[in-house]
């Protein structure tokens, strides 16, 4: 029986969402091809109809992950009349987001591993997603773009990210919960300079 395109993108979609999840909760070499399928409701047989390798699922899921966290950010800052910048920090530096690795920011979940990587084209995804959220903080901390916004939205995404990978790494709930508050309050009462 032949399957109709559309049920075939809504089930290679299921398997980028299914990847997505679980390449943030437990890494890019932490999940099988088939443990992903399986999680899509999908047989390992039809992967390769799907996708040319495992690296272009991986690439797919990754670039899907951080537009999308990208896009709820925008969103935010777009309905947020007072203080779009503590909307961010409030929103991303919560014990929630720390919790949910799956769910949560790839940056954070996905970076150090990524650095490391040799997948050139997965470099390139993160890259254009770095530099697309730098510019989305510049647009919120400075409605004239210059390198003084610049710098400070590349101290403020620098600042939140490793605020998240601490928080995640520790396992003292008090120093966890420190590196949260403290990062909040540092971006969003930096000293006077």
Same mark, same amino acid.
């Given at each position: 029986?032949?399957?109709?395109?559309?049920?075939?993108?809504?089930?290679?979609?299921?398997?980028?969402?299914? #990847?997505?999840?679980?390449?943030?909760?437990?890494?890019?070499?932490?999940v099988? =091809? $088939?443990e @992903?399928?399986?999680?899509?409701?999908?047989?390992?047989?039809g992967?390769?109809?799907?996708?040319?390798?495992?690296?272009?699922?991986?690439?797919?899921?990754?670039?899907? #992950?951080?537009?999308?966290?990208?896009?709820?950010?925008?969103?935010? =800052?777009?309905?947020?009349?007072d203080?779009? +910048?503590a909307?961010?920090?409030?929103?991303y530096?919560?014990?929630?987001?720390?919790?949910?690795t799956?769910?949560?920011?790839?940056?954070?979940?996905?970076a150090?591993?990524? $650095?490391? $990587?040799?997948?050139?084209?997965?470099?390139?995804?993160?890259s254009?997603?770095?530099t /697309?959220? @730098?510019d989305?903080?510049?647009g919120?901390?400075?409605?004239?773009?210059?390198?003084?916004?610049?710098?400070?939205?590349a101290?403020?995404l620098?600042? +939140? =990210?490793?605020a998240l990978?601490l928080?995640?790494?520790?396992?003292?709930? #008090?120093? $966890?919960?420190?590196?949260?508050? /403290?990062? /909040?309050?540092?971006?969003?009462?930096?000293?006077?300079?």
């Amino acid at each position: 029986m032949r399957v109709s395109k559309a049920k075939a993108e809504e089930s290679r979609q299921s398997v980028v969402d299914a #990847a997505s999840h679980l390449i943030r909760a437990r890494g890019l070499d932490g999940v099988a =091809v $088939s443990e @992903l399928m399986q999680a899509a409701g999908l047989t390992h047989g039809g992967f390769y109809k799907k996708f040319g390798s495992r690296d272009d699922l991986v690439q797919q899921a990754t670039a899907q #992950a951080l537009a999308r966290g990208r896009q709820r950010y925008t969103n935010l =800052v777009a309905t947020t009349k007072d203080d779009p +910048l503590a909307a961010v920090v409030h929103n991303y530096l919560t014990p929630e987001h720390r919790d949910k690795t799956g769910e949560g920011c790839t940056l954070a979940a996905l970076a150090p591993e990524v $650095s490391r $990587s040799d997948d050139n084209a997965l470099h390139e995804i993160f890259s254009e997603e770095l530099t /697309a959220f @730098l510019d989305l903080l510049e647009g919120v901390l400075s409605p004239q773009p210059d390198e003084a916004a610049r710098d400070r939205a590349a101290s403020t995404l620098s600042t +939140l =990210v490793g605020a998240l990978i601490l928080s995640r790494l520790s396992e003292d709930p #008090a120093l $966890s919960e420190r590196f949260l508050r /403290a990062s /909040a309050d540092a971006i969003l009462s930096p000293p006077a300079a």
